[in-house]
């Protein structure tokens, strides 16, 4: 089998048409032709998409990006992709030595290191305290109200974050600059024991990101003791040295609730080897919100009532799936295709199409999908989550 290149890859001549097996028609009138070549899927759909569903993709680089001293931050949430509604997210870039303040949410916070590494600092309400580094593959995890910092080490950061709120807004964080500056400096004198000529120097608005010195080797001279303890769970895991489930075409890491502290968000780090799918199939209990970390690919969602629909993914992308719609994700590159799977749901639950229908009576199968019982009889009883190219 001939894999479909990356659209970065095809020759820069190459002008794609709205043109399906002599249907369609050339477009001669004005278009974003970059856009249409890395969708084409959205230009010239399967024959199998049918029906209108809502936009089910938005990438970061169509974002607001927001600029300050020590890095970039840009956000997708529910603004941005509608249908989002369970779950949003941050992609954010500190400099080296640089600061995401001290802050806390309403919403928990779950984060996946794209690149680099930072320290991360809490304090949660027994007063027991946190303190580790983190780098690339690795997470962490917040809960909603606890108060933390990131602080980026010496190569600098980037890293996702993911919330359990889709009208979630990293743009209306609780700082620990911005509660000072609306507090009354004689309060504030009261409370911390300073006085007003200690407080001259204030910031008068949130910093959010700025700039700072990078810290020392986290050793035990840096950590803080506190009276109360350490926090009981690590807020940290490293995903990246979990070992995965391995099949024929890729790999699947599961976080969740089971071995981690995310109580409220629970992810899968899939990695697709060229020409592999990840197969039929659809959650049972939540929707699916996902982040496309590199290659290029497609998803195809069945909406049921005979709607569905395809979108392109590379590097950057959001995309998201509807509780119980059906779907599938096939790497269509020459290189990995590698997303994570997240779920506001401390369990990791999905149903297989081939594992459902192997465990079954094969008649039942055969009769509803014309086939014979033979060709039922073949599939494996276990879940194959990923699915070898077919050569």
């Known amino acids: 089998m001939r894999l479909k290149r990356r659209p970065a890859d095809r020759a820069p001549q190459a002008v794609p048409q709205p043109q399906r097996d002599g249907q369609g028609g050339l477009d001669t009138g004005p278009r974003n032709i970059e856009l249409d070549r890395q969708n084409p ?58 600061y995401r303040e001290l802050h806390w949410h309403k919403e928990s916070e779950w984060a996946y290191v794209l690149e680099g590494s930072c320290r991360i600092g809490a304090v949660d309400q027994a007063g027991r305290g946190f303190l580790d580094d983190v780098e690339q593959g690795d997470l962490w995890f917040f809960p909603k109200g606890i108060p933390h910092y990131i602080q980026a080490l010496d190569e600098g950061v980037e890293f996702l974050l993911v919330f359990d709120d889709g009208a979630f807004s990293e743009n209306s964080t609780f700082m620990l600059s911005d509660f000072f500056a609306h507090t009354p400096k004689s309060v504030l004198a009261k409370n911390l024991g300073w006085t007003p000529e200690q407080l001259a120097k204030m910031p008068e608005r949130e910093k959010y990101i700025f700039d700072g010195q990078v810290p020392p080797p986290l050793d035990d001279a840096a950590r803080i003791i506190s009276p109360s303890g350490d926090v009981p769970r690590t807020f940290k895991h490293r995903m990246h040295a979990q070992p995965p489930m ?33 197969e039929l199939h659809w959650h049972p209990t939540d929707d699916e919100w996902q982040y496309y970390i590199s290659g290029f690919g497609r998803m195809g969602v069945f909406a049921g009532s005979g709607l569905a629909r395809t979108f392109d993914f590379q590097a950057g992308d959001v995309g998201y799936v509807p509780f119980a719609y059906g779907h599938y994700v096939e790497n269509l590159g020459d290189e990995p295709l590698v997303f994570l799977e997240m779920f506001r749901n401390p369990r990791f639950e999905d149903i297989s199409a081939n594992q459902w229908m192997a465990n079954l009576p094969a008649r039942v199968t055969a009769d509803t999908l014309n086939v014979p019982p033979s060709l039922v009889q073949a599939l494996p009883k276990d879940k194959r989550s990923v699915l070898p190219a077919v050569r």
């Open 41 to 98: 899927d959205l230009l010239t759909p399967p024959p199998t998409d049918h029906g209108t569903l809502p936009n089910l993709k938005f990438s970061f680089s169509m974002a607001h990006t927001r600029i300050e001293n020590g890095g970039w931050t840009r956000e997708v949430t529910q603004r941005e992709l509608p249908v989002a509604t369970t779950l949003a997210g941050v992609d954010m870039k500190l400099n080296p030595g640089a």
């Open 246 to 278: 391995r099949f024929d075409g890729g790999t699947v890491r599961i976080t969740d609730a089971t071995n981690f502290a995310a109580t409220t968000i629970a992810a899968a780090l899939v990695e697709l080897e060229p020409g592999a799918l990840r």
